[in-house]
């Protein structure tokens, strides 16, 4: 494994988003909504560093795929959904890769008539994108491979490593 981000970097990139959000949800009606499971430890990071009221709730979405960055057929869970109707929701994710999951996931927002459906995430994968859709905040823009650590994962693994590692062929 090759590190990318480590966790000195990573936690001060999250600090200035959680500022820039404090200053941008103050006195609004905030949500933030993670994408089970990859968001998670981004999540519990860029809380902690926001000090406005806010609300959290999470949504699943899987996409049935392993190292392979080709999309399989995308899934939405939403019985996590919290009521968002009349309030400033934050979609936060781990990684915009093709964007598919974050596009189709705001389209389904929007019939809930949040007051407002912004996107935040760590990772912007460099010119992969198939969507129109972009999200409004990103922390990094890596290139093109296979990332794993920080929430993110291969199989199943891997998402407790505090620091973002490109996974190669070896490791596999
Ligand atoms: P998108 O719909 O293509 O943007 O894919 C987004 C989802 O694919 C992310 O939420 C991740 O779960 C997964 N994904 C995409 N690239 C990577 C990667 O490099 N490592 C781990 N997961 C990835
Ligand atoms: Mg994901």
Known sequence: MRSLLNEVE???????????????????????????????????????????????????????????????????????????????????????DTGRTLAALCDVLRDRHPRSLRSAVLLTKRGRAEVEYRPDFSCFEIPD????????????EHRHLPSIVVLEEGDL
Request: aromatic share 10%; glycine share 10%.
């Open 10 to 96: 990573i936690q001060e990139r999250v600090k200035t988003l959680g500022n820039q959000l404090s200053t941008e949800y103050a006195n609004r009606p905030f949500t933030v909504l993670g994408v089970l499971t990859g968001s998670i430890v981004f999540v519990a990071d860029v809380i902690r560093q926001i000090r406005v009221p806010l609300q959290v709730g999470f949504v699943r979405a899987s996409s049935y795929r392993g190292r392979t960055t080709r999309s399989g057929a995308l899934q939405l869970e939403l019985d996590l959904l919290p009521d968002i109707e009349g309030r400033d929701v934050l979609v936060v994710d781990d990684i915009f």
């Open 145 to 156: 491979e296979f990332v794993v650590g920080y929430g993110l994962d291969y199989n199943g």
